[in-house]
C-alpha cells in the first residue's frame, strides 16, 4: 500500500540552527500538507502546497518556514534559526486532485528537538 | 477559526461498550473527515463525510454531521482494547485541513 514516509524520524538541533525536513508524498498525490503537533496537544496546520506553489498558511507559517517541492518527489520543510518552541512533533501529508472529498494519508512524522 | 473542537477531551470506558465523541466547528465545510492516531504515531485516516450527509458508517464506526448545529459525532461501537488512542475530527474547506484538539479514548480490560 502506497504510503507517506518521512525522514529523519528524529532530529536534534542546536538553538539557532536551520534543519530541513523531508517528506516523499505518495507519487501520485498533488496536494501536499505539513503540520506541527507540539507533545500531547493539538495538530496545527502549517501550510498546503499545490501546484508547486503555497496555496494555503498559518498564522504559524511565518518567514521562519519554506517549503520545496526540489525533484519532484521530494517535499521539504525547513525551519531557519530554530528555537526551542519549534520543538515538535511535524507531520507530512499528501493528497490526490479528485476534489475536496478525498482522505489526507499521513507519514509517520519527524520529532525535531531543539536544545 | 475554522477548527473542530472535540469533547469530551478524554474518554474512558470498558471494553464492549460504546464511545461516542463529538466535534464542533465554526465555518462552512466541504466536508469533516475523523483521524486516529496511536501515542507518538501518525494519523490514519477512518471516515469522511461530506457535507450534504447526514450519516455514515464504516465497519464499527458510526459518523453523523449536523451542518445546521456544526457539529458531528464518531461512534465506536463495540469497543476493543486496540481503539485506545487519540481521536481527532477535521473539517475541510478548500485545500486546508484543520484539526481540532482531539478526544484521547481509552479502552479499559
Known amino acids: 500500500e502506497p504510503e507517506v514516509t518521512q525522514t529523519p524520524s528524529h532530529q536534534v538541533t542546536q538553538m539557532g540552527q536551520e534543519v530541513i525536513l523531508r517528506c516523499v508524498p505518495i507519487?501520485?498525490?498533488?496536494?501536499f500538507y505539513w503540520y506541527r503537533q507540539i507533545l500531547g496537544q493539538k495538530v496545527e496546520f502549517l501550510v498546503s502546497?499545490?501546484?508547486?506553489?503555497?496555496?494555503?498558511k498559518s498564522e504559524i507559517f511565518d518567514d521562519q518556514f519554506s517549503v520545496e517541492r526540489p525533484d519532484g518527489s521530494n517535499f521539504t520543510l525547513k525551519i531557519r534559526s530554530t528555537k526551542l518552541e519549534d520543538s515538535a512533533m511535524y507531520f507530512c501529508?499528501?493528497?490526490?486532485?479528485?476534489?475536496?472529498?478525498?482522505?489526507?494519508?499521513f507519514g509517520q512524522g519527524t520529532r525535531l528537538t531543539v536544545v | 477559526s475554522q477548527q473542530g473542537e472535540e469533547d469530551p477531551q478524554a474518554l474512558s470506558i470498558q471494553e464492549g461498550e460504546n464511545a461516542t465523541m463529538n466535534c464542533s466547528y465554526k465555518t462552512s465545510i466541504n466536508n469533516l473527515q475523523w483521524y486516529r492516531q496511536n501515542s507518538g504515531r501518525g494519523l490514519v485516516h477512518l471516515i469522511l463525510i461530506r457535507s450534504n450527509e447526514r450519516e455514515k458508517h464504516s465497519g464499527r464506526l458510526r459518523v453523523t454531521l449536523d451542518t445546521s448545529k456544526k457539529s458531528s459525532s464518531l461512534l465506536i461501537t463495540a469497543s476493543r482494547a486496540a481503539d485506545t488512542a487519540s481521536y481527532f475530527c477535521?473539517?475541510?474547506?478548500?485545500?486546508?485541513?484543520?484539526f481540532g484538539k482531539g478526544t484521547r479514548l481509552h479502552i479499559l480490560p
Open positions: 477535521a473539517t475541510v474547506r478548500d485545500d486546508k485541513i484543520i
Open positions: 502546497f499545490y501546484n508547486n506553489e503555497i496555496s494555503e
Open positions: 507519487s501520485n498525490h498533488l496536494y
Open positions: 501529508a499528501s493528497r490526490d486532485d479528485r476534489g475536496p472529498h478525498t482522505e489526507a494519508f
